[in-house]
C-alpha cells in the first residue's frame, strides 16, 4: 500500500493504463453539467481528473466506482479529455490492488463467477443454451448466413430469455440460417473491462476469439449493445475483424431486403431509449426507429432527452452489478420521462436497460406502470 502515496508514480500508473488524456483537462465543468449524476447527488468527474493528474487520486473512496461511462461528458468536452477510458485507468489501479468501495462490491463475486462460469450470473455453463430449446434453434455451423450471439443475461435471466426466444422466432420467419454456440459462448467482457478488470477481460476475449475462429465464424448478431462495443472496437485489439451487427439494425436490414414482413398492428403509443452503447457510442440511431416506425399503428412519441442527449439507465461501467441506493437510480428518472411522453411502452435494445427499467417498475404504485419491452418484442409481435 505504500505505492499509493507516491503521487507521482500514480500519476505514471494512470497514464501507462490509458488516462493520459486527463492532461488536456483545463477545468471548464461542462462534463460535471450533463453528468447524470448530478441529478441525483454530488459526483464530479471534474475532480476526478484533476486529482489523477496530480497523481492523487482517491482509489479508496466511492466516487472512482459512480461513472457509468454513458459517454455524455465525452461529448459535451471541449478539450477531447477521453473521461471514459481514463477514469477506467484508475479503476484498473484500484483493481490491482483488490480495492473496492462498499457499492462496488458484489465486483469481486461477479469476477469469481464470471471466470468460473463465463458469465456474471451464477449460472451453469452446460445451461448457456438451455434457453433455446423448442425455438428450432441449431447449434452455429460455418455454412450458416451469421451466428446469434445473446449473451449472458439473455440466456440466463428468466425476464431477459424472453428477447432471446424473441429474435430466434423473427429470425426464423425472416428464413435466416442462424445457430449459436450455447455451452461454447463466454461472456463477452466488456463490462468486467470497465470495472478495472484487464486480466479478466482479455481472457475472455481470448476465449471467444478462439471460439469464432474454431468455428469458422465470420459474421455474429448480437442483441446486447456492449457486446456489440466490445466485438467491434475492442476485439480488433487482437487483430480479428469480424462482421458485427446489433439486432436492431438487423431487423432494419432484414425489413428492408424484404426478408422479414410486419402484417400485424401494434396498436400502442410508444417511446425509444437509446441505450448509451448503441447511440452515444456507436452512432445507431436511425435503425432502430426505422424498424419501429414500420410497425402498423404503432405511435413513435420521441422523449425530450434523446439520441445524442440520451439519459442512461445507470447500468454501464459495471454499475449494473452494483449497489445504487434508492433515490439514486437513474433508471428511476428515464422512467418517468417515458411516462411523460404518454407512451404506454418504453422500447428500448439493450439488457442492461430492461433489467433496470423493470427493477424501476417494482418500486411504482399498482397502475402508475409503463410496459417495458425489448425491440424484437415489439417485431415478434407483429409477424
Ligand atoms: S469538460 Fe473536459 S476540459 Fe472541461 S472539466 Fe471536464 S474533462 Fe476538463
Ligand atoms: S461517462 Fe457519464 S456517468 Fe461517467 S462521468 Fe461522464 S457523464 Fe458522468
Given at each position: 500500500?505504500?505505492?499509493?502515496?507516491?503521487?507521482?508514480?500514480?500519476?505514471?500508473?494512470?497514464?501507462?493504463?490509458?488516462?493520459?488524456?486527463?492532461?488536456?483537462?483545463?477545468?471548464?465543468?461542462?462534463?460535471?453539467?450533463?453528468?447524470?449524476?448530478?441529478?441525483?447527488?454530488?459526483?464530479?468527474?471534474?475532480?476526478?481528473?484533476r486529482?489523477?493528474?496530480?497523481?492523487?487520486?482517491?482509489?479508496?473512496?466511492?466516487?472512482?466506482?459512480?461513472?457509468?461511462?454513458?459517454?455524455?461528458?465525452?461529448?459535451?468536452?471541449?478539450?477531447?479529455?477521453?473521461?471514459?477510458?481514463?477514469?477506467?485507468?484508475?479503476?484498473?489501479?484500484?483493481?490491482?490492488?483488490?480495492?473496492?468501495?462498499a457499492?462496488?462490491?458484489?465486483?469481486?463475486?461477479?469476477?469469481?463467477?464470471?471466470?468460473?462460469?463465463?458469465?456474471?450470473?451464477?449460472?451453469?455453463?452446460?445451461?448457456?443454451?438451455?434457453?433455446?430449446?423448442?425455438?428450432?434453434?441449431?447449434?452455429?455451423?460455418?455454412?450458416?448466413?451469421?451466428?446469434?450471439f445473446?449473451g449472458?443475461?439473455?440466456s440466463?435471466?428468466?425476464?431477459?430469455?424472453?428477447?432471446?426466444?424473441?429474435?430466434?422466432?423473427?429470425?426464423?420467419?425472416?428464413?435466416?440460417?442462424?445457430?449459436?454456440?450455447?455451452s461454447?459462448?463466454?461472456?463477452?467482457?466488456?463490462?468486467?473491462?470497465?470495472?478495472?478488470?484487464?486480466?479478466?477481460?482479455?481472457?475472455?476475449?481470448?476465449?471467444?476469439?478462439?471460439?469464432?475462429?474454431?468455428?469458422?465464424v465470420?459474421?455474429?448478431?448480437?442483441?446486447s449493445?456492449?457486446?456489440?462495443e466490445?466485438?467491434?472496437?475492442?476485439?480488433?485489439?487482437?487483430?480479428?475483424?469480424?462482421?458485427?451487427?446489433?439486432?436492431?439494425?438487423?431487423?432494419?436490414?432484414?425489413?428492408?431486403?424484404?426478408?422479414?414482413?410486419?402484417?400485424?398492428?401494434?396498436?400502442?403509443?410508444?417511446?425509444?431509449?437509446?441505450?448509451?452503447?448503441?447511440?452515444r457510442?456507436?452512432?445507431?440511431?436511425?435503425?432502430?426507429?426505422?424498424?419501429l416506425?414500420?410497425?402498423?399503428?404503432?405511435?413513435?412519441?420521441?422523449?425530450?432527452?434523446?439520441?445524442?442527449?440520451?439519459?442512461?439507465?445507470?447500468?454501464?461501467?459495471?454499475?449494473?452489478?452494483?449497489?445504487?441506493?434508492?433515490?439514486?437510480?437513474?433508471?428511476?428518472?428515464?422512467?418517468?420521462?417515458?411516462?411523460?411522453t404518454?407512451?404506454?411502452?418504453?422500447?428500448?435494445?439493450?439488457?442492461?436497460?430492461?433489467?433496470?427499467?423493470?427493477?424501476?417498475?417494482?418500486?411504482?404504485?399498482?397502475?402508475e406502470?409503463?410496459?417495458?419491452?425489448?425491440?424484437?418484442?415489439?417485431?415478434?409481435?407483429?409477424?
Amino acid at each position: 500500500m505504500e505505492k499509493l502515496t507516491d503521487y507521482k508514480e500514480i500519476a505514471d500508473i494512470i497514464k501507462e493504463k490509458g488516462g493520459d488524456s486527463f492532461k488536456y483537462c483545463y477545468q471548464c465543468g461542462k462534463c460535471d453539467v450533463v453528468c447524470p449524476w448530478n441529478q441525483v447527488r454530488d459526483f464530479s468527474m471534474r475532480k476526478l481528473v484533476r486529482q489523477g493528474n496530480f497523481g492523487m487520486s482517491e482509489i479508496e473512496g466511492e466516487d472512482i466506482w459512480l461513472c457509468t461511462t454513458c459517454g455524455q461528458c465525452t461529448v459535451a468536452c471541449p478539450r477531447e479529455v477521453k473521461q471514459v477510458e481514463a477514469g477506467i485507468a484508475i479503476r484498473r489501479i484500484a483493481t490491482d490492488y483488490g480495492i473496492y468501495s462498499a457499492s462496488a462490491d458484489p465486483v469481486r463475486a461477479i469476477r469469481s463467477n464470471l471466470s468460473s462460469d463465463g458469465n456474471p450470473l451464477e449460472g451453469e455453463r452446460d445451461k448457456r443454451g438451455d434457453w433455446a430449446e423448442g425455438h428450432s434453434v441449431k447449434p452455429f455451423d460455418k455454412k450458416m448466413e451469421i451466428l446469434y450471439f445473446p449473451g449472458c443475461y439473455l440466456s440466463y435471466d428468466p425476464r431477459l430469455k424472453k428477447v432471446a426466444v424473441a429474435t430466434a422466432n423473427i429470425l426464423n420467419k425472416a428464413g435466416v440460417s442462424f445457430g449459436i454456440l450455447g455451452s461454447k459462448e463466454n461472456c463477452c467482457g466488456e463490462s468486467i473491462r470497465k470495472t478495472g478488470d484487464e486480466e479478466l477481460y482479455l481472457q475472455l476475449a481470448k476465449e471467444n476469439i478462439k471460439t469464432f475462429i474454431d468455428h469458422g465464424v465470420k459474421r455474429i448478431l448480437v442483441s446486447s449493445p456492449h457486446c456489440y462495443e466490445t466485438f467491434k472496437n475492442e476485439y480488433p485489439e487482437f487483430m480479428v475483424n469480424f462482421e458485427i451487427v446489433h439486432i436492431a439494425q438487423y431487423l432494419d436490414e432484414l425489413i428492408r431486403d424484404g426478408r422479414l414482413k410486419l402484417p400485424g398492428e401494434y396498436k400502442k403509443k410508444i417511446t425509444y431509449h437509446d441505450p448509451c452503447y448503441l447511440g452515444r457510442h456507436n452512432g445507431i440511431y436511425e435503425e432502430p426507429r426505422n424498424v419501429l416506425q414500420n410497425v402498423k399503428a404503432l405511435e413513435l412519441n420521441e422523449m425530450a432527452e434523446s439520441r445524442q442527449e440520451s439519459f442512461c439507465c445507470g447500468g454501464g461501467g459495471g454499475r449494473i452489478w452494483m449497489d445504487t441506493p434508492k433515490g439514486e437510480r437513474f433508471s428511476d428518472i428515464r422512467v418517468q420521462q417515458a411516462m411523460e411522453t404518454g407512451a404506454e411502452v418504453l422500447v428500448t435494445a439493450c439488457p442492461y436497460c430492461i433489467a433496470n427499467f423493470e427493477d424501476s417498475l417494482i418500486s411504482r404504485k399498482e397502475g402508475e406502470g409503463i410496459e417495458v419491452k425489448d425491440i424484437t418484442e415489439i417485431i415478434a409481435d407483429v409477424i
